[in-house]
């Protein structure tokens, strides 16, 4: 590592030579960041105490000013570059294309352009993904977690994935109020990781219900399809009023499986809808966005449905006209699809996720779904359009 002359008062650059070097590109300022190093240290921590002393992390600030420095890396046991070094800083920065805070490139030991080469950039989702499993970071380590993963959710099941040594059941608002997860072998199911304290679960729950009831309804036989909440709650009181809106089964609170399911299937943000096909295997963690998107028609969710979908959405769109109106917008909107300027956006009116065809404004960017454009009358176009 020794060609990026970072200088260090506490360290030589000599003494990282042969070590697996993680730069850390962090600030004191961003709430994710400081989130991040706590999540860092323990992982620094339990590496050292392993004893790996071939790891080092060297923290590139991204802050503002000397005091906010001092006060960040006054909590970090590794090393830093010297917040007056604004050139290392900047070279580091512009050499690995850092784009967003925080950020871990991970070098592996070495000398000159294979250094950089081999250099991986998302050190920060291999934590998250791995924890201090993924050290050393190579390309075979991490092939063989990728292989070791692979091999867990192929051979996952609803069984091994809901229920533990003391509880073989969820729960449920009717009857015995212990429903056996083996009665729900064979359905589809929703795993909805959700809270009351997170403000797009509060808007999302009340769509996801009726869209439930809805499934169930059309369902030739309505047992096919089944949701199971799990909390990220913060006391039992905020979980047991939130799961009393809800018409389908939980998890308990504080369930030992809660921290794993959310692991094993690397939930980034809630809400989040995973849906496991009757076999239990893991048909799509996009579950939430099908919905936004296809409401009740998005059941089963498999690929194949999805696709059918796409292609009913672009033979609609067909006969659609390619300019409108819209009455929440003086501006005249263009159809645009994901091959001309579409792709995914939050439609303006309904808040909600879309993609695929959209109305769009190309002065200002304003986008809609296609069926929340309200059609101006024919008189007032051109006062509206004279004020574009």
């Known amino acids: 590592s020794s060609h990026f002359h970072i200088s260090f008062s506490q360290a030589k650059i000599s003494d990282l030579e042969g070590k697996v070097v993680a730069l850390y590109f962090s600030a004191n300022w961003y709430p994710p960041s400081r989130n991040f190093n706590q999540f860092l240290i323990g992982a620094y921590q339990q590496l050292k105490f392993t004893n790996q002393p071939n790891f080092e992390i060297v923290f590139v600030s991204c802050d503002e000013d000397l005091n906010?420095?001092?006060?960040?890396?006054?909590?970090?046991?590794?090393?830093?570059?010297?917040?007056?070094?604004?050139?290392?800083?900047?070279?580091?920065?512009?050499?690995?294309?850092?784009?967003?805070?925080?950020?871990?490139?991970?070098?592996?030991?070495?000398?000159?352009?294979?250094?950089?080469?081999?250099?991986?950039?998302?050190?920060?989702?291999?934590?998250?993904?791995?924890?201090?499993?993924?050290?050393?970071?190579?390309?075979?380590?991490?092939?063989?977690?990728?292989?070791?993963?692979?091999?867990?959710?192929?051979?996952?099941?609803?069984?091994?994935?809901?229920?533990?040594?003391?509880?073989?059941?969820?729960?449920?608002?009717?009857?015995?109020?212990?429903?056996?997860?083996?009665?729900?072998?064979?359905?589809?199911?929703?795993?909805?990781?959700?809270?009351?304290?997170?403000l797009p679960c509060e808007k999302f729950t009340p769509k996801l219900v009726p869209i439930y009831h809805k499934i169930k309804a059309n369902d030739d036989d309505e047992d096919d399809f089944e949701i199971v909440f799990v909390s990220s709650d913060r006391n039992h009181e905020s979980y047991a009023s939130y799961f009393s809106l809800m018409p389908w089964l939980a998890l308990p609170f504080g369930d030992a499986n809660i921290r794993s399911l959310a692991k094993h299937?690397?939930?980034?943000?809630?809400?989040?809808?995973?849906?496991?096909?009757?076999?239990?295997?893991?048909?799509?963690?996009?579950?939430?966005?099908?919905?936004?998107?296809?409401?009740?028609?998005?059941?089963?969710?498999?690929?194949?449905?999805?696709?059918?979908?796409?292609?009913?959405?672009?033979?609609?769109?067909?006969?659609?006209?390619?300019?409108?109106?819209?009455?929440?917008?003086r501006h005249e909107l263009n159809l645009v699809s994901q091959e001309n300027g579409g792709g995914a956006f939050i439609c303006c009116n309904c808040e909600e996720q879309g993609v695929g065809w959209a109305y769009q404004c190309l002065d200002c960017g304003y986008e809609l779904h296609p069926k929340c454009v309200r059609v101006v009358e024919d008189h007032a176009v051109p006062e509206v359009a004279s004020n574009g």
């Open 68 to 198: 906010a420095f001092n006060n960040y890396r006054a909590g970090m046991p590794w090393l830093s570059v010297p917040f007056s070094d604004l050139e290392t800083k900047k070279s580091l920065s512009r050499k690995f294309e850092i784009e967003g805070i925080p950020c871990l490139v991970i070098l592996q030991p070495g000398s000159g352009k294979d250094v950089e080469e081999n250099a991986l950039k998302n050190g920060v989702e291999l934590l998250h993904r791995f924890g201090v499993n993924a050290f050393p970071f190579t390309k075979q380590k991490l092939e063989q977690l990728e292989k070791d993963e692979k091999e867990k959710h192929d051979s996952q099941t609803l069984v091994n994935l809901l229920t533990n040594r003391d509880r073989d059941y969820v729960l449920s608002h009717h009857g015995a109020r212990q429903v056996p997860v083996a009665s729900l072998v064979g359905k589809t199911i929703g795993l909805y990781f959700s809270a009351q304290w997170c």
């Open 265 to 329: 299937f690397d939930v980034q943000g809630i809400p989040c809808l995973v849906i496991l096909g009757p076999d239990g295997r893991t048909v799509t963690a996009k579950g939430r966005s099908l919905i936004n998107l296809y409401q009740e028609n998005a059941f089963p969710f498999t690929e194949s449905k999805v696709e059918l979908l796409e292609s009913q959405v672009d033979e609609e769109a067909r006969d659609l006209p390619r300019k409108k109106l819209h009455g929440g917008h």
